[in-house]
């Protein structure tokens, strides 16, 4: 009786155009802290290039223009994007190779940029088309010890209700102005959902 009751006020509010979509925005990013996080002095963070799976150029720029902006937007902090010419000036920089950054060139970053901490990004699964996929993690070293104090993972299924719903709710909350879907079907409108769940760990 009570469902049918609940099922008739929605088609009556509905009609009168008083009902408006709820999503539930779930967290799908993780997250670790490390216990000393608070000791650290943190305000300019190096954003380098991302590490992991092979990414071309378009890709690789699409990725790291929505992880500066969202991470920019919803952290405290200053982000300074840092190309790989950057990093050639760095002895014993080679992450393309070694698929990871050394410590010492974290460092050594710090030093020649004046920063705080440094935001390294690895992916390790997309799929562009539908249904995309993204999957990453993000590692703040900070420059003083060249450890990882805080890190966050997510992975993204465009195909799993769970996933839909959060993006439905994240272009409800951005008021993109377009019918969500597109965002299905957008590579740069994905990376960004996916940023901003893991910039709102941090």
Same mark, same amino acid.
């Given at each position: 009786?009570r469902?049918? @009751?609940?099922? /008739?006020?929605l *088609?009556l %509010?509905s009609?009168?155009?008083c009902?408006? %979509?709820?999503y539930?925005?779930?967290?799908?990013?993780?997250a670790?802290?490390? #216990?000393? &996080?608070?000791?650290?002095?943190?305000?300019r963070?190096?954003?380098?290039?991302?590490?992991?799976?092979?990414?071309?150029?378009?890709?690789?720029?699409?990725?790291r223009? %929505?992880?500066?902006t969202? &991470? #920019?937007h919803?952290?405290?902090?200053?982000?300074?994007?840092l190309?790989?010419? =950057?990093?050639e000036?760095v002895?014993?920089s080679?992450? $393309?190779?070694?698929?990871r $950054?050394?410590?010492?060139?974290?460092i050594?970053l710090a030093r020649?940029?004046?920063l705080d901490a *440094?935001l390294?990004?690895t992916?390790? =699964?997309?799929? &562009?088309?539908e249904p995309?996929?993204l999957?990453?993690?993000?590692d703040?070293?900070?420059?003083?010890?060249g450890? /990882?104090?805080?890190s966050?993972?997510?992975h993204? =299924?465009?195909?799993?209700?769970e996933?839909?719903?959060? @993006?439905?709710? $994240?272009?409800?909350?951005?008021d /993109?102005?377009?019918?969500?879907?597109v965002?299905l @079907?957008?590579p740069?409108?994905?990376?960004h &959902?996916a940023?901003?769940?893991? #910039?709102r760990m941090?």
């Amino acid at each position: 009786m009570r469902r049918a @009751l609940i099922a /008739a006020a929605l *088609v009556l %509010a509905s009609s009168t155009g008083c009902v408006t %979509a709820h999503y539930v925005d779930h967290d799908l990013a993780t997250a670790r802290v490390a #216990s000393d &996080f608070d000791t650290y002095t943190i305000r300019r963070v190096g954003l380098v290039p991302l590490t992991g799976l092979d990414l071309d150029v378009d890709q690789e720029r699409v990725l790291r223009s %929505a992880i500066f902006t969202e &991470f #920019s937007h919803g952290t405290p902090y200053e982000f300074v994007p840092l190309e790989a010419h =950057d990093l050639e000036e760095v002895p014993g920089s080679d992450p $393309y190779r070694r698929g990871r $950054y050394d410590p010492r060139t974290i460092i050594q970053l710090a030093r020649r940029y004046q920063l705080d901490a *440094v935001l390294v990004t690895t992916i390790t =699964d997309h799929q &562009f088309f539908e249904p995309q996929r993204l999957s990453m993690q993000c590692d703040l070293v900070a420059t003083e010890t060249g450890v /990882a104090i805080w890190s966050g993972s997510i992975h993204l =299924d465009a195909a799993k209700p769970e996933v839909r719903s959060s @993006l439905r709710a $994240y272009c409800q909350s951005v008021d /993109a102005g377009e019918s969500w879907e597109v965002n299905l @079907l957008s590579p740069r409108s994905f990376a960004h &959902f996916a940023a901003h769940q893991m #910039s709102r760990m941090l």
